[in-house]
Each structure stands twice: as C-alpha cells, then as structure tokens.
C-alpha cells in the first residue's frame, strides 16, 4: 500500500494564479481531509469528506474547493492564489471520524 | 467553536527523565482525542488516542489520561530517548454521523538531552 500521496511536494505560485492540490488513498478509507499546518498555529482544517460525493467545510476554507468524485482521490483548489495561502498543506484519510488519521507528505506551498 | 490549548510549547527533558505534555478542549462534545509526533521536514503520525468513554490508555511508554470532567487530556512519555524528539500535537475531535469538527493544538516542542 502506498497510502496516502500527495503531490507535488513544493509548488510557487504567483499572485492570482489558479492550481490543485492532489491527493490520493489506497487504503479505502471514507474519511479524507485537508490541512494547513503554519507556524505556531498547530494544524487547521480546511475541507474535508466523509465519502464519495459528500463535503463539508472546516475551520479555514475560503479560499479553497474540493470534491470527491471517488473514494480515493481528494483534490484541492485554490482558484486564486494570495500569500496568506502560503503554507504546508496535509492531506489525511481515516477509516471514520474517530479513528487514526494518516497524513500524506505533505505539499509546501509559496505564493508571492 | 472548539479552542484548544497546549502547554507547554517547549520542553526540554534529561534522557531517561519523564515528559509531559497536556491540551484543554472548550467542547464538551468533542469525543476522540489523539496525539501526533511530527518530526522535522516530515508529516504527523499517530503516537496514541483515546475516546470519551476511558480515562487512560497505555502503550509501552507512552500513556494518555483524559478527564473529562475538567476538559482536560495529558500525554505522559516516561523513560525518554533522543529519538523522542520531536514536536508533538494533541487534537480534540468531535465526531458524529457525517459531522466532523477537528481542532489541534499548538504543539510543544520536546527536546530530550542525551
């Protein structure tokens, strides 16, 4: 199993550019979610899903869509990039809300 | 919305010596409790959790208690090591159905001394 992936591992984007983030799970897990992760902040939910079709908003999300058209994959997009969106991004799956969550790599986003 | 408060945020131990890290939650709702060790440049990884409905929990030298009467959950590590070092994260979640609310703490950096 190769877990959860993300990619790309950094990306630089200008002002106002658009991208997605990737992410992927093969271990079949409903649950998946995205993160940032700045300093001294800890980890702040962005989006997350708890299967195929079904999202919901978390603590941070403007800014930021996403869908889940399949139980594996898990995009994020940031359809206008600003520097406060510079960050480490996480995405992570479970079985369910209340088990373990395993995080991918993460991906290092610079917006400038 | 749900606050968490981690203290300290950095720590230094002598080898050997016991660690402990503890969170306060505001949501008496909040109902799975899990701890994170992430390491420099690397993603969080499970160390332990916990659910409402127990008080401790232990794995090897690592232990968790929750009160959950005073809304408060401590990560204890006895007999550290250098490679316990690292920045460690607790989260309160709240989950329900298909409603989730995560909120984590701030994070305590453990530094263990040889």
């Known amino acids: 199993n190769a877990g959860v992936t993300q990619t790309p591992k950094f990306q630089v984007l200008k002002t106002g550019q658009s991208m997605t983030l990737q992410c992927a799970q093969d271990m079949n897990h409903e649950y998946m979610s995205w993160y940032r992760q700045d300093p001294g902040m800890g980890l702040r939910l962005i989006h997350y899903?708890?299967?195929?079709?079904?999202?919901d908003q978390g603590e941070v999300p403007n800014g930021y869509n996403v869908s889940r058209s399949t139980t594996e994959d898990f995009p994020l997009r940031l359809l206008s990039a600003a520097p406060s969106q510079t960050s480490v991004y996480f995405c992570?799956?479970?079985?369910?809300?209340?088990?373990?969550?395993?995080f991918g790599p993460g991906t290092r986003l610079t917006v400038t | 919305g749900e606050n968490v408060e981690q203290h300290p945020s950095t720590l230094s131990v002598q080898e050997g010596d016991s660690a402990v890290i503890k969170c306060t939650y505001s949501d008496s709702a909040s109902n799975y409790f899990p701890w994170y060790k992430q390491e420099l440049g690397k993603r969080p990884q499970l160390i332990i959790d916990i659910r409402s409905n127990v008080g401790e929990k232990k794995d090897q030298r690592i232990a968790v208690t929750l009160n959950k009467t005073a809304k408060h959950f401590s990560l204890h590590i006895t007999e550290t090591q250098p490679e316990d070092s690292a920045v460690y994260f607790c989260a309160a979640i709240l989950s329900s159905g298909g409603y989730q609310k995560v909120t984590f703490g701030t994070g305590t950096k453990l530094q263990v001394i040889p």
């Open positions: 899903s708890v299967g195929a079709g079904i999202t």
């Open positions: 992570a799956s479970s079985y369910s809300g209340s088990e373990s969550k395993y």
